[in-house]
């Protein structure tokens, strides 16, 4: 067995040197660095341009339902087209065997807020599977770099204006089109393919150096597949964003009931799902960042588990980036060195929370085991209910608790006070909210509410600014 390991581990840990070359594109090898992985090594040389047949689908404000074919082949049909020089251009890269349905999503959020060029890629018969298509994804990111390069010297429209966003493996084929294309303006990658690029080299993977500004989100991120992620752990850009953690996101978790239950038939069925849910918010959250650019501010932080303890509240002095669509307004205000950012969503849309640390001074007349509720008002809105604690409760204490609210509630305006008893809590209690200070994540600004009054439980009591 030892001396299998050995053979195999000399056979795909020597380049193949075998090459390919097509007009247009260049030369494909199939050595190092692209072979390090043995399943690599198994998918070979990329498939022809002609085989995979990479189309460039255009969506503007003059057709936004129904797409426009252009070609850089055939540069009269990009002439012909809505495609307008005065323009941003962001451009959709689908991973997997996509319908596309994701990046008709995009284009739909996105010009409703901008007039722009926006470009779905299709290039779905070079990846119907998995290990052909890391191989074929080299081909498609040559096309990509080539109709930029077409749309640079035949029309003058520059690099730095085109924005190629990317989903799981689509990330990388970005990342090969940036490697490609000098001056390229900015590339996000959403929940890149971890299986087979983690810690690859740069070349064949998203990295910094593949545009101006790269930013990332993480949202089924694993180190191994057995971990239940097909996205990279990985920092792969300037600000990186692990929403939740960037592992498995709320709502998306009951889909494994049924392996743990043993029910393997009904799992064949819905652990796709599972990882589908996880692997598609990360194009989820961006659509809904394209219509709401206040929402999922991200906040700096070494790790999830220190952000969910609150040792990076608030936001630092230079602010907090908002991830998603309008990230690059943080990055180009602060060129800041790349760093890990957190933040928590909602398990169903509209997904974005916003971040306030609560601390409740409790009066009344006995200690009782129960709940503290609090409801937070303001220009923007009112919260849901919040649940402040749930234990002893004792007057005189101040508990203090991080939440994520549902709404942006703006300049806070109103707090409600209420509590609920325990079933063995004494009737005739009373308790009060003497004072509640709430303080903003993204700020850092205080905002403090006081009342006299105590109340019974159930009952709600206002408080007043103080």
């Given at each position: 067995?030892?001396?299998?390991?050995?053979?195999?581990?000399?056979?795909?840990?020597?380049?193949?040197?075998?090459?390919?070359?097509?007009?247009?594109?260049?030369?494909?090898?199939?050595?190092?660095?692209?072979?390090?992985?043995?399943?690599?090594?198994?998918?070979?040389?990329?498939?022809?341009?002609?085989?995979?047949?990479?189309?460039?689908?255009?969506?503007?404000?003059?057709?936004?339902?129904?797409?426009?074919?252009?070609?850089?082949?055939?540069?009269?049909?990009?002439?012909?087209?809505?495609?307008?020089?005065?323009?941003?251009?962001?451009?959709?890269?689908?991973?997997?065997?996509?319908?596309?349905?994701?990046?008709?999503?995009?284009?739909?959020?996105?010009?409703?807020?901008?007039?722009?060029?926006?470009?779905?890629?299709?290039?779905?018969?070079?990846?119907?599977?998995?290990?052909?298509?890391?191989?074929?994804?080299?081909?498609?990111?040559?096309?990509?770099?080539?109709?930029?390069?077409?749309?640079?010297?035949?029309?003058?429209?520059?690099?730095?204006?085109?924005?190629?966003?990317?989903?799981?493996?689509?990330?990388?084929?970005?990342g090969?089109?940036?490697s490609?294309?000098?001056g390229?303006?900015r590339?996000?990658?959403?929940?890149?393919?971890?299986?087979?690029?983690?810690?690859?080299?740069?070349?064949?993977?998203?990295d910094?150096?593949?545009?101006?500004?790269?930013?990332?989100?993480?949202?089924?991120?694993?180190?191994?597949?057995?971990?239940?992620?097909?996205?990279?752990?990985?920092?792969?850009?300037?600000?990186?964003?692990?929403?939740?953690?960037g592992?498995?996101?709320?709502?998306?978790?009951?889909?494994?009931?049924?392996?743990?239950?043993?029910?393997?038939?009904?799992?064949?069925?819905?652990?796709?799902?599972?990882?589908?849910?996880?692997?598609?918010?990360?194009?989820?959250?961006?659509?809904?960042?394209?219509?709401?650019?206040?929402?999922?501010?991200?906040?700096?932080?070494?790790?999830?588990?220190?952000?969910?303890?609150?040792?990076?509240?608030?936001?630092?002095?230079?602010?907090?980036?908002?991830?998603?669509?309008?990230?690059?307004?943080?990055?180009?205000?602060?060129m800041?060195?790349?760093?890990?950012?957190?933040?928590?969503?909602?398990?169903?849309?509209?997904?974005?929370?916003?971040?306030?640390?609560?601390?409740?001074?409790?009066?009344?007349?006995?200690?009782?085991?129960?709940?503290?509720?609090?409801?937070?008002?303001?220009?923007?809105?009112?919260?849901?209910?919040?649940?402040?604690?749930?234990?002893?409760?004792?007057?005189?204490?101040?508990?203090?608790?991080?939440?994520?609210?549902?709404?942006?509630?703006?300049?806070?305006?109103?707090?409600?006070?209420?509590?609920?008893?325990?079933?063995?809590?004494?009737?005739?209690?009373?308790?009060?909210?003497?004072?509640?200070?709430?303080?903003?994540?993204?700020?850092?600004?205080?905002?403090t509410?006081c009342?006299?009054?105590?109340?019974?439980?159930?009952?709600?009591?206002?408080?007043?600014?103080?």
């Open positions: 067995m030892f001396g299998l390991w050995v053979a195999a581990l000399l056979f795909f840990g020597t380049s193949r040197g075998k090459e390919v070359c097509y007009e247009r594109l260049g030369c494909f090898t199939d050595g190092l660095p692209w072979t390090r992985v043995f399943p690599r090594y198994l998918s070979g040389l990329p498939w022809s341009p002609e085989k995979i047949n990479t189309r460039f689908l255009l969506y503007t404000k003059h057709n936004p339902i129904a797409h426009q074919e252009i070609s850089a082949v055939n540069s009269s049909t990009i002439q012909d087209s809505h495609f307008r020089k005065s323009k941003m251009t962001r451009i959709n890269i689908p991973g997997l065997k996509t319908d596309g349905q994701w990046q008709r999503s995009i284009c739909s959020a996105l010009l409703q807020v901008e007039d722009v060029n926006c470009i779905n890629l299709d290039w779905i018969n070079g990846s119907l599977e998995y290990t052909r298509a890391i191989s074929n994804l080299r081909v498609v990111g040559a096309e990509v770099a080539y109709f930029i390069n077409i749309l640079k010297t035949k029309f003058g429209y520059p690099p730095s204006k085109v924005h190629l966003i990317g989903h799981s493996l689509g990330a990388h084929v970005a090969d089109a940036g490609r294309t000098p390229l303006g590339i996000t990658g959403l929940d890149p393919a971890g299986p087979y690029f983690h810690n690859t080299p740069n070349e064949v993977r998203l910094p150096s593949d545009a101006k500004f790269v930013d990332v989100i993480h949202t089924n991120a694993a180190r191994f597949l057995f971990e239940f992620g097909i996205g990279t752990i990985d920092r792969c850009g300037h600000l990186d964003f692990y929403p939740n953690g592992k498995q996101m709320p709502g998306c978790n009951e889909l494994l009931t049924p392996l743990f239950k043993l029910d393997f038939k009904t799992y064949e069925k819905e652990g796709d799902f599972f990882f589908d849910c996880n692997h598609a918010r990360s194009h989820r959250f961006y659509v809904e960042s394209i219509l709401n650019p206040d929402a999922f501010i991200a906040y700096p932080c070494k790790s999830y588990e220190f952000f969910e303890a609150g040792k990076c509240f608030h936001c630092p002095k230079e602010g907090c980036p908002t991830m998603g669509h309008f990230a690059d307004r943080f990055y180009l205000q602060n800041m060195s790349p760093r890990s950012y957190f933040l928590n969503t909602g398990t169903l849309s509209p997904y974005a929370r916003w971040r306030h640390r609560l601390s409740v001074r409790l009066s009344g007349n006995n200690e009782t085991e129960g709940s503290i509720i609090l409801r937070v008002g303001g220009t923007g809105g009112k919260t849901e209910a919040l649940e402040i604690a749930r234990r002893n409760l004792k007057p005189g204490m101040t508990y203090t608790k991080i939440i994520d609210a549902d709404v942006n509630v703006g300049n806070i305006t109103s707090i409600e006070f209420s509590w609920k008893r325990a079933s063995f809590g004494h009737a005739k209690n009373k308790l009060g909210a003497e004072m509640v200070i709430d303080v903003s994540g993204k700020y850092g600004s205080k905002s509410f009342s006299q009054d105590t109340v019974e439980a159930e009952t709600v009591q206002i408080l007043k600014p103080c």
